[in-house]
């Protein structure tokens, strides 16, 4: 194994293990908005437009949570759920339920199939998320800690908590969210019109000048004297997370 084989062998496993999040949903725009946001919050999603394909995919990679929409093409979500749970690598993975759906007793034949929850569509993307984190809380505790790092710098995501080394970091929300964004992709540079979209949301009109500002109290916050800056100032671009700070 030659040097560089080897430092990519550490990288990858000391590399935080994503949560596998199976998504078995025959509507494709609903499909794409569920798997942006995952992903944006920090799991790997799997996608299915049937319940065939959805217990395949089961089947290959054992999931850390499935979303299981109840009228799926081929084998509805009722039957995928039943089958889940008389598999022994599945019987355990926790299901959360969506569909139009609403009456009582379909939410009680879905919870006795198996189903931990169930969420009635249209719903909130962010009550969905949440949903999500409890029953990883509840099931599966240690992948629901939520703690991303870079370098010295950590977010404690489930206590709204920001470290750098030893010192606690206290930071308003919007420099919270900034940096949340920043950890989940660094090294990427993001424009200030991105910015303001990711953290302020698309439909809120703010200054993009107003993205300097809040970079700058970001910086203040984290960064003691003699201490490396983090956040990287790109010319006619951009910021980023500075890759070559990162342990």
């Not at 935080?16 to 799991?43: H, I, Q």
């Not at 999603?45 to 395949?56: C, H, I, R, T």
């Not at 039943?82 to 759906?101: D, F, G």
Request: proline share 5%; aromatic share 4%.
């Amino acid at each position: 194994m030659t040097n560089l084989d080897a430092t990519s062998a550490v990288l990858k496993q000391s590399s935080p293990r994503k949560p596998v999040v199976l998504v078995a949903e025959d509507e494709m725009p609903l499909m794409t908005l569920l798997r942006y946001n995952l992903e944006k919050e920090g799991y790997r999603a799997l996608d299915a437009s049937d319940g065939e394909q959805a217990l395949m995919l089961a089947a290959e990679e054992t999931p850390d949570l499935v979303l299981l929409d109840w009228m799926m093409p081929k084998v509805t979500g009722i039957e995928v759920c039943r089958r889940l749970r008389s598999r022994a690598e599945t019987r355990n993975v926790p299901i959360i339920m969506l569909t139009a759906r609403g009456e009582e007793s379909d939410r009680v034949r879905g919870l006795d199939t198996g189903a931990d929850d169930y969420i009635t569509k249209p719903f909130s993307m962010t009550e969905l998320l949440a949903r999500i984190r409890a029953v990883m809380r509840r099931i599966r505790p240690a992948l629901a800690e939520d703690i991303v790092k870079f370098g010295d710098v950590s977010i404690d995501r489930s206590a709204h908590r920001v470290r750098r080394g030893s010192r606690d970091i206290h930071l308003g929300p919007t420099e919270y969210r900034l940096l949340d964004h920043f950890m989940q992709h660094p090294g990427r540079v993001f424009s200030r019109e991105q910015l303001l979209d990711a953290v302020w949301g698309s439909g809120i009109y703010v200054d993009a000048r107003t993205v300097d500002v809040h970079i700058g109290r970001l910086r203040k916050a984290l960064n003691e004297p003699g201490q490396t800056d983090p956040i990287r100032t790109v010319r006619s671009a951009g910021y980023a997370l500075d890759e070559s700070l990162k342990v």
